[in-house]
RNA sequence: GUGGCUAUGGUGAAGCGGUUAACACAUACGACUGUGACUCGUACAUACGAGGGUUCAAAUCCCUCUAGCCACCCCA
């Protein structure tokens, strides 16, 4: 293999591509209804918007971005998420002034430094939402009746949403330092990462896969009973919104967020159908983050989806169309009628193939059948001379003769695909 | 960044040191003389990820590299 893409960047085939539309067609369709419009923002910013949101010390930025400088000596790096760069630009456009409830879409590519697996990718998609302005419980449940509808839209039942609260600044060092204690005194049970984890995010531990850790972690301090009274009203009130809905989800006061910017409410959509990526779309609400990027005081929610996942999830289910109509020919004069019908019907706005290149009738109507045709016709001189042809339905092979006029088979089509 | 596994044609794969690299699917053309799906025939890897080495002889053994996959970390 002479050139090959680039390690965990990957081509989308047509085939895939067809399911990928899928999705975003039902992305769109469902958070237009919302009242959400659609935003596009660069796929690259400046390096700080990423440091100064997502946070230094996270993963993410501490060694997965593509950064680089570019010939101006500016440090850019390639978005690893959609969140920071369209709240850039909500802030950079004063869309607030205008009305401070914004609702945003945006889909597109992110790029993670990561080693590939199933379901992860360098350059992997996204869409996401974003719903600024709201402070208001009925903001967190409208996001997650949305985010619920689409997985239901798009035929999708295995996802379940989980959903957690992770406080605000005025509860959620207290709990910090509960969690601290509680994990002090078993530090010793704790597998490496996690006695690491103790002192740079003590919550990790809460999720870790080892046993040993879920053992020792098993009746730890659960954040839920350390929310001050606005951040526990608030949860309330968002689960009260949720059953008042009918929208199932269950609580995961384990569920942590690898961005630094969540507060309160947070949450995700999971499957166990996808390995170790157990996490389809995920979000939370961000209430510092506007401020913190030099906006106004701004509270926000929003999640994301992975589009790599989503597909994955939906399976081997077939998206790509089929021509209406292969026309076969008999000879050189008949491809100039043929040529000349499948035109017509092409700009009335049918699908319509036939032969390039002058091959066997066998070959044509084989053709036909791996086209997977609605019908078919052969034009021939028996054709030509009669003025008509008889039109097949692959399924079943039964014919209907038609006068071989644009018109006349535009009216034989309509009726016939209904 | 760490670990495990795998690398044969368009695809799935046989092959486990010895002349022409099974088989299947896909593809192309044809048998069925102007009509597809079934059946049948023919064609289709000087080539076994790349580079070295061992051997009279390697796709088959050894080494290095590269790539892919899966998992860890982390995450959508």
């Known amino acids: 293999m ?3 893409a680039v390690k965990g960047f990957n081509d989308i085939l047509p085939d895939e591509a067809a399911r990928w539309r899928h999705i975003e067609q039902t992305a769109r369709r469902v958070f237009e209804q919302y009242g959400f419009g659609e935003i596009r923002v660069p796929v690259m910013e400046k390096t700080e918007l990423f440091c100064r949101s997502i946070g230094d010390a996270t993963d993410i930025v501490e060694k997965e971005m ?17 969140t920071a760069g369209v709240m ?4 950079e456009h004063k869309l607030y002034a205008q009305d401070p409830v914004a609702r945003l879409y945006y889909m597109g590519p992110m790029f993670r430094y990561e080693r590939p697996q199933k379901g992860r990718y360098r350059q992997f998609h996204q869409i996401g939402a974003e719903l600024t302005g709201v402070t208001d419980p009925l903001a967190d449940a409208q996001v997650l009746t949305m985010l619920t509808l689409f997985f239901r839209e798009i035929g999708l039942q295995e996802p379940t949403l989980q959903i957690n609260s992770l406080g605000c600044p005025d509860c959620r060092p207290a709990y910090r330092a509960a969690l601290r204690v509680y994990l002090e005194e078993r530090l010793g049970l704790l597998c490496e990462d996690c006695k690491r984890r103790y002192d740079t995010n003590p919550l990790r531990a809460l999720d870790c896969k080892v046993p040993g850790c879920a053992e020792a972690t098993s009746a730890a301090p659960s954040v839920l009973e350390h929310l001050c009274t606005g951040c526990d009203e608030h949860f309330g009130l968002v689960r009260h919104y949720l059953e008042l809905s009918g929208t199932d989800y269950r609580i995961n006061s384990r569920m942590v967020r690898g961005l630094d910017y ?32 030099g906006g106004p005081a701004l509270p926000g929610i929003g999640f994301a989806m992975g589009v790599e996942r989503v597909a994955l999830l939906l399976g081997s289910q077939d998206f790509s169309t089929t021509p209406d109509l292969f026309i076969a020919t008999m000879g050189q004069g008949e491809r100039e009628l043929a040529f000349t ?11 319509v193939e036939m032969d390039y290149e002058g091959k066997s009738l066998k070959s044509q109507m084989r053709r036909a059948d791996k086209l997977k045709a609605n019908y078919s016709v052969v034009i021939g001189g028996n054709e030509v001379a009669a003025g008509s042809a008889s039109f097949k339905r692959m399924a079943d092979g039964s014919t209907t003769g038609v006068p071989l006029t644009v018109s006349a088979i535009q009216t034989f089509l309509s009726g016939a695909l209904r």
């Open 2 to 4: 002479a050139l090959t």
């Open 341 to 351: 019908l499948m035109d017509g019907l092409l700009k009335g706005g049918f699908r």
């Open 262 to 293: 969540y507060t309160r409410t947070t949450f995700e959509m999971v499957t166990g159908l996808l390995g170790s990526q157990s996490a389809v779309a995920a979000g939370g609400r961000y209430d510092g983050l506007i401020s913190q990027l």
């Open 66 to 82: 593509y950064t680089f400088v570019d010939k101006g000596e500016n440090s850019v790096t390639l978005r690893p998420e959609g």
């Open 88 to 91: 850039r630009a909500f802030i």
